[in-house]
């Protein structure tokens, strides 16, 4: 953590401590290339394990935290997160001790409390599945009434589709509620403390934060709209597309402008401005996953998630000229972000997602030089990679029930078939090595 005194006369312009949750090398990065980053300083509070990995503790966060911003020798000027659960709850819980500009903790619960989420945009929308809330607590559970097969069985509070298992039949019903009573605990228990922090309506306070919700599966092309709230305005600034493996439900690529018709992205828009105004968020970012179908310009709602999605930071700096983190900083300031559209160096861009389908020991990732020759040769890509040598793909943490994440590929292109061309180069450029056992 940074010892910058605070002092605003040392220096002619008012340097911003900016204290970022779960801060990790791939997003300082982007961070420090913000309009203005010079003029602010980065500060991990807490850390990725600590909020990602494990059993998580809220109130033993919060002191932490708390601690580490009352140990700071300078202003406090902004927190921030662009993670979910439980930062986003964090920052909101910080934000109000501090008195910064944020959203109010219900907001974030009404989006991160998936069943609550959903009588929430009942209220305010039509777009949204059948749904309903599986006793947990019965001998054998059934699916409740009105939800028809196929659905999706999930925690009300889970985050990466950890714990989400798709029910075609009453046998893998069985077997996705037998796989999550066994690990709901996990986030459940930290997400009951938060919910013991407000007063809930009573359909709420009965359910409580370990239970599970199941929905009827929706169709269509997925995509995602992104945007904030200044002031009680909200704005959406971006559409996207989110792209599967084929024959899969775990995400190929996320890809920025969509290319879904105009009329299908002003549904996508006023649906989302909607339920928003309705939660009643602030001072805030937000992204909301959608199915939609392109025909008809039908849409349904997926999810609402109460922070941006830093999935998507380096396709808006390729395209638009500025990462989404721009609006995360300036709302945690309390300022208008006032985004560009279309001043970046590229006319599409994407987010890979190398993936492998079984399970397996790393034996050998690919090298810094390795990613350097394909950043050289290719130009406009970034690559992360996800796990190290010697680790098995069962053991990483925020993987859906389905794959594992090699790496992240961050590409920017001319057009689709340019950014196709460039993702298949970087995979054949860059050699992993596995131990089936």
Known sequence: MGVYSGRCQETPVCVK????????DENTRTLYTVPGAENYR???LLTVDETQVGEIDVDALFDK????????????????SYWDFPSSTLRAMLCERYGLPGPSVESVVKCEHKYWSRLEQQKSID?????????????????????RYPMWLKPVKSYSSELAFLARDDAEFDDAVARIREGIGRIGKAFDSVLDRLDLPSEIREVGGQACLAEEALSGVQ????????????????????IDYPGHSSF???????????ESQRRLRDVSQRVISQIGMDNSTFSIEFFCDPSC???ALLEINPRHSQSHAEMFECVDGIANHHAMVQLGLGRDPELPSGEGPYNIAAKWYHRRFVDGVVSSVPSAEDIERVRGELGGVEVDIVPKAGQRLSDLSGQDSYSYELAHIFVGARDETDLVRKYERCVDALPFGFEDH
């Open 65 to 80: 935290a708390v601690s580490e911003l009352d140990a700071f020798d300078g202003s406090v000027d902004a927190i921030v």
């Open 297 to 299: 310009h039908d849409v």
């Open 42 to 44: 980065f500060h991990s």
């Open 252 to 262: 190929l690529r996320h890809q920025y402008p969509s290319q879904l018709p105009a």
């Open 17 to 24: 401590n900016i204290f970022v949750l779960a801060l990790d």
């Open 127 to 147: 777009e949204y599945p059948h749904f309903g809330i599986v006793d947990l607590d019965e001998r054998r559970p059934r699916p409740p009434e009105g939800v």
């Open 223 to 242: 995509c995602a709209t992104e945007g904030y709230v200044h002031n009680g305005e909200v704005v959406v600034y971006g559409v996207l597309d989110s």
